[in-house]
């Protein structure tokens, strides 16, 4: 939605609730475009963010599945003399 600064002027409340449910909203000035209405992201205090990155961490622990070590990993290729199979 775009609309001049002196209508908006009146709307800032509706305008304000448009910008938080996700309309975008744009103030023109001379019929060019000023500033965009956006709404604030909340900042995540270091709690919130701490508990984030360990549930991350537990579901990748969780899929982790072992499988053979590096100087195993291409047993299969060869044969039982060592040689090319």
Request: proline share 6%.
């Amino acid at each position: 939605m775009r609309i001049s600064v002196t209508e908006a002027k009146g709307q800032l409340t509706e305008l304000v609730r448009r910008a938080e449910a996700g309309d975008e909203v744009i103030l023109t000035r001379h019929g060019h475009e000023a500033v965009r209405l956006v709404p604030v992201t909340p900042v995540s205090d270091r709690k919130t963010r701490r508990a984030l990155l360990e549930a991350a961490r537990a579901g990748g622990a969780a899929k982790a599945t072992p499988g053979p070590g590096a100087a195993r990993s291409q047993d299969f290729l060869y044969g039982d003399d060592g040689l090319p199979g």
